[in-house]
């Protein structure tokens, strides 16, 4: 691209009023191995301005923001800035236009000190071709300053940081550039709340200055506050747009998932009273302190934490692949000794992990394989496979789970994200399940498969079946859960009931401890 | 149309490609050599293939679960050495056997536990048990050879019907492994923890346990190679197989195992075994110097893993 097309927008004097979009996209459209990500999508923004993009998992916000920073070339489509064609061929294209991308994923490198961090690419340096340190510092120490986080120390290896201090870090390498457009990817995931405050003062400062800002957040609430524009996506199309001040959270949830109804709890009544699951003083001696938990049968129990509260590390002690240090598990009042998943299986306690492709799928194995894997022991007591069985079964949760596949025989790897996920889920049912231990059950699948998640989860629990679901997103525990455990840096917080139970109550005692 | 699909469908199975690397020699050598086709000469190659093909079965399951086992050369020495001294020093034939074999089994566990308790990287624990075992067969003979006979001479040298014994093992042990590798349990569990040690063990496969039974069985098989190889030998040389491990994850790899685990079949691991012994046989049949066969062997190991990067390479874009 030609150069004189960069031309940062003026920082003093435009303010907001500039009524020229700075960056303008027709007709985007982005589809990966005919899955349409993004279908024409037209969106203009502006110098002064901060856009919050809603959406579900997997509607299309990321992709859409890597295609106006150079990350992806679109299918189709046009984007100009400041009414000059452009097309961005590599993320660095981008930032030199004066696009910054602040990703969700952290990805400062850890044995580099933060001022190291801030300057990679650009260190200034000595008259003899020396890493100019000094300069570095002080430059480091003023950009810190500006995203409110001036306690940060600049010579502090980058790795020893909290996750919210990291992605200040990150936040902080974007704002040193000057951007005309920053987007921010879900910033304040691992913010507290005082992090956050300082985060929003720059927020507002980078607008006054005439950038244009686009927010992604998965707080709704945040995105109301912050916002001058909310732009709502939903499989791939802009669904709604308008003023921050004439829209509602109601009105967003809807638009964003297409049904009223999808976190809308369902009333449950569970008969029994007999505790499934008992937790008595359970320590592993790192990430979890004393903690103590009662799970009644056939209840969705669910685990609410920030980033490092333990949600995993509690999943992973019960499942046996982390070791108790103290205290005691029982389950149906027997005490549960696990030296080892395998064990747990085979006692009944399965878990559908966090991480579909690291933890979740055998990539190179069918459909059956995969589903029956938990389950080939139970199927035969002689050393040989029952492969007929396997079949009959994969058949039954097929028609069940509403897996959409062309034969059991194809490799999971082909089928999509939701059906991959209902074939761990059938993996776990498959095996007869006490305890169904679930982390993070919905992450990164369509509302579709989400939608039918939440009613195989019901639908089991329903049966009898005990749940207990880790997840990060709380209109998910809403929705689902009978009862809540919020966890706040490796202890417990509280149990809230369902009628205790609103997302602000939740996030305040998620930030107990911090 | 359906044609040219299985053709295709064909071409992506790694077995079918060396299958054609086999025959691509064969045809060549039976216009190169008048020789070449004579039943001798042909059963001779069954005999050569069949020690570095029974030791690539164990190593199979080891590289189809993720792991490796570098040891396998050497522990054809110590197996072969401990049979042999046991044999002249007790007079008993069946305790030399036995003695062999599960010297054979000790390594293998010995990996396995250096891998699964103290976690230990394997291609570093048997790196370290392929110089103790090599060491451990030079301490017990002084470096001199060890005469070898009886039953062991019968399996590495000699005929049931005009067929090498040791061939026909090969068969048996062929058919046991394949049937065990697809049809079992165990089998299937193997290839599970290759494809997602993490995914495998959080849906309740015994992680250490599956790994430690494939490197016990790797093990197992390298002491009965070593066996077959003193046998064949009549004497059992500390030197013996030394460089073993070489041709038998070449012929692994070849067979179309993939090295990051999850993937291979035993028949593909049997026809790499064959063209590594077929390879060796067109160096003595075409009086070529043996310095290329040794360039020769790292090249077409190179070529191969080359090419199913390639294949797999396509398949991933």
């Known amino acids: 691209m030609p150069s004189d097309v960069i031309s940062p927008v003026g920082h003093s004097t435009v303010g907001s009023l500039l009524r020229a979009p700075f960056i303008s996209a027709r007709g985007i459209a982005k589809s990966f191995g005919g899955n349409h990500v993004l279908r024409s999508v037209d969106i203009d923004l502006y110098p002064g301005e901060v856009v919050g993009l809603l959406g579900e998992n997997g509607a299309g916000k990321s992709t859409l923001m890597q295609i106006l920073s150079g990350g992806l070339q679109a299918d189709a489509g046009s984007i100009e800035m400041h009414g000059k064609p452009i097309c961005f061929l590599s993320v660095a294209e981008g930032i030199a236009a004066g696009v910054s991308f602040v990703h969700q994923e952290l990805s400062v490198i850890g044995a580099l000190s933060v001022a190291e961090n801030l300057h990679l690419g650009r260190m200034p340096k000595t008259k003899l071709g020396f890493v100019d340190g000094s300069a570095m510092r002080t430059a480091a120490g003023r950009i810190l300053a500006r995203v409110g986080a001036s306690n940060i120390d600049p010579l502090r290896e980058a790795g020893t940081l909290r996750a919210g201090e990291q992605q200040l870090v990150e936040i902080a390498r974007a704002a040193a550039r000057d951007p005309s457009l920053l987007i921010l990817d879900e910033p304040t995931s691992s913010l507290t709340p005082h992090e956050v405050e300082g985060f929003t003062a720059y927020v507002r400062e980078a607008r006054n200055r005439g950038a244009a800002i686009v927010f992604i957040t998965h707080r709704l609430e945040e995105a109301l506050a912050l916002c001058d524009r909310i732009v709502v996506l939903r499989n791939g199309s802009i669904v709604s747009e308008g003023p921050a001040r004439e829209t509602s959270r109601e009105q967003i949830v809807t638009d964003m998932t297409g049904k009223p109804a999808i976190y809308e709890h369902r009333p449950r009544h569970i008969p029994a009273t007999e505790i499934a699951l008992k937790l008595e003083n359970v320590s592993d001696g790192r990430h979890l302190h004393e903690v103590d938990l009662e799970v009644r049968k056939g209840e969705i129990f669910g685990l609410f934490g920030l980033v490092g509260a333990g949600r995993t590390e509690l999943l992973d002690l019960i499942h046996g692949v982390r070791k108790l240090k103290s205290g005691e598990i029982k389950l149906f009042g027997e005490k549960h000794v696990v030296r080892d998943p395998s064990v747990s299986v085979r006692s009944g306690v399965v878990i559908v992990p966090e991480g579909r492709k690291t933890a979740g799928i055998l990539p190179l194995h069918s459909v059956r394989d995969n589903a029956s894997i938990s389950s080939l022991r139970r199927f035969s007591r002689s050393p040989f496979k029952n492969s007929s069985r396997e079949k009959q079964r994969m058949e039954e949760f097929r028609a069940s789970l509403g897996i959409r596949m062309a034969s059991d025989d194809q490799r999971i790897s082909t089928l999509s994200g939701g059906n991959q996920q209902k074939v761990i889920f059938a993996r776990a049912l498959m095996a007869n399940p006490r305890l169904l231990l679930l982390d993070e059950p919905t992450h990164g699948v369509d509302v579709g498969a989400k939608v039918d998640l939440y009613s195989i989860i019901a639908r089991e629990a329903e049966h009898g079946l005990t749940v207990v679901m880790a997840s990060s997103e709380v209109p998910e525990i809403l929705a689902l859960c009978d009862r809540v455990a919020v966890l706040s840096k490796g202890r417990l917080a509280g149990v809230l009931s369902r009628n205790e139970m609103t997302e602000d109550h939740i996030l305040t005692m998620a930030f107990r401890e911090h | ?317």
């Open chain 2, 1 to 317: 149309m359906g044609g040219v699909e299985a053709i295709r469908a064909l071409g992506r199975q790694r077995e079918a490609s060396v299958l054609v690397m086999l025959a691509a020699v064969a045809i060549y050598l039976s216009f190169a050599s008048d020789y070449f086709l004579e039943p001798r000469n042909l059963l001779n190659v069954g005999r050569q293939a069949s020690v570095v093909a029974i030791v690539a079965l164990g190593q199979a399951l080891v590289i189809i679960a993720r792991g490796i086992d570098l040891s396998v050369g050497s522990v054809i020495g110590l197996s072969a050495v401990v049979a042999a001294v046991l044999m002249r020093d007790t007079g008993s034939e069946t305790v030399g056997l036995v003695a062999g074999l599960l010297t054979g089994l000790a390594c293998g566990l010995v990996n396995g536990v250096l891998y699964t308790r103290f976690r230990i990287n394997p291609f570093i624990a048997t790196l370290g048990t392929l110089s103790v075992a090599r060491g451990m067969a030079l301490l017990m003979t002084g470096g001199i050879p060890v005469t070898f006979g009886g039953f062991a001479e019968f399996v590495g040298a000699g005929r049931i019907a005009g067929i090498p014994v040791s061939l026909l093992v090969m068969i048996v042990l062929a058919v046991a492994v394949h049937i065990f590798a697809s049809q079992t349990v165990r089998g299937r569990e193997i290839y599970a923890i290759g494809d997602n040690p993490k995914a495998a063990s959080l849906a309740g496969v015994n992680l250490k346990r599956t790994r430690l039974f494939v490197f016990a069985f790797s093990g197992f098989l390298a002491g009965l190679g070593g066996l077959i190889l003193a046998g064949n030998l009549a004497s059992a040389d500390p030197n013996l197989g030394m460089g073993y491990e070489l041709d038998v994850i070449a012929a692994v790899i070849l067979g179309g195992t993939a090295l990051s685990g999850g993937r291979g079949s035993i028949v593909g691991v049997i026809i790499g075994a064959l063209l590594m012994a077929l390879l060796n046989n067109a160096f003595v049949l075409l009086g070529i110097s043996a310095y290329w066969q040794v360039v020769t062997k790292g090249l077409v190991i190179i070529f191969a893993v080359g090419l199913d990067g390639l294949q797999r390479g396509a398949e991933e874009d």
